[in-house]
């Protein structure tokens, strides 16, 4: 099994590169020339894409394959304040040298929205704000010329009172959203409500593939282990193809399975998440399912981030069965 590393958003390695500069709404209201306000938020924006190109850039250099895009790249889009502006099409040029920088050096990209952008909720207002939420994402994924191999990831979200209606609610949701959004979307497993087994259902019933969160499953778990519940979760990945790069002919590979790895903070705060990964534990997970996987891709969400994902690579050398295939990639045998 080959297993690729990535990380989140932001580099510790790589200094003045936020990719999420940002400003709030109370620092833009007390500008009293709007237009000149709206500039300086566009200047950020640009200022957050040439950042991520760097942190490409930053992968390139040390083999990183897969990386998730800050969900802040343009900040206070969205906000109901500013809901006349948006300059995505003006940072066309941004986007599109990301997306060419990623194609061409076959790096996986996605983006993880945050925890407002909610498809169980009850409110039309909240329902009507997510859904406009992941039609942003994907505006930005399109205008990255990147195709549904880069994905939006969602949480099922609140269960309200009652889970099996708002699991409904969600797949009813979800089911009505524009084809080139839901293809886009993955589901994840949460660490409070919406456990693996009832999002593998979920992904199941709507026909989007899955994200296991190991470390979610440990502190909400299903009844079901991680292990058992892997050969479904891989199936929802079935039919997923890679981007190529824009110099390759041959057929595209499929898109390998993605999982989220992340460690307890502490004892007493276990869903937190802590500044390295324990590999114990991811290695025992990789070791019962390397047999029927091929490919894997792992998404490091660890507090520090790159170096968290350098760490690891350091720690797999001294796993026997383990074969170092880049400085961000190995071969479990």
Not at 203 to 228: F, T
Not at 259 to 282: C, F, M, Q, W
Request: hydrophobic share 40%.
């Amino acid at each position: 099994m080959l297993v690729r590393l990535g990380y989140v958003a932001m580099s510790v390695l790589v200094k003045n590169a936020s990719p999420s500069k940002t400003m709030t709404y109370s620092s833009f209201s007390k500008l009293d020339d709007r237009e000149a306000a709206l500039r300086k938020l566009e200047r950020l924006s640009h200022e957050n894409l040439a950042n991520t190109l760097r942190l490409l850039r930053h992968n390139r250099a040390h083999d990183i394959e897969l990386y998730r895009c800050s969900s802040k790249l343009i900040p206070l889009l969205g906000h109901e304040a500013l809901g006349d502006w948006d300059p995505i099409d003006r940072l066309a040029d941004a986007f599109a040298d990301i997306g060419s920088y990623a194609k061409q050096h076959r790096m996986r990209l996605s983006f993880h929205p945050d925890h407002f952008t909610v498809l169980s909720t009850m409110r039309q207002d909240v329902l009507s704000h997510s859904v406009a939420d992941l039609e942003r994402y994907v505006r930005m994924l399109e205008a990255m010329g990147l195709d549904a191999s880069a994905k939006c990831n969602i949480h099922v979200g609140g269960t309200y009172g009652n889970k099996d209606t708002a699991r409904e609610r969600f797949i009813r949701h979800a089911e009505a959203l524009p084809v080139r959004i839901r293809e886009r979307l993955t589901l994840e497993n949460d660490d409070k409500t919406f456990n693996a087994l009832e999002t593998l259902e979920i992904a199941e019933r709507i026909g989007v593939p899955m994200v296991l969160d190991i470390h979610h499953d440990q502190v909400n778990p299903s009844g079901l282990s991680a292990v058992e519940l892997w050969p479904r979760i891989q199936r929802t990945w079935e039919g997923q193809l890679e981007q190529q790069a824009p110099d390759r002919e041959s057929e595209p590979a499929s898109l390998p399975p993605k999982i989220h790895v992340s460690s307890p903070k502490t004892e007493n705060d276990p869903r937190g998440h802590a500044d390295y990964i324990d590999p114990p534990i991811l290695f025992s997970f990789l070791r019962e399912i390397a047999a029927t996987t091929p490919r894997l891709d792992i998404m490091l969400e660890a507090k520090m981030k790159d170096d968290a994902l350098m760490r690891l690579m350091i720690a797999a050398r001294d796993e026997p069965d383990v074969t170092i295939r880049t400085q961000a990639a190995f071969e479990l045998n």
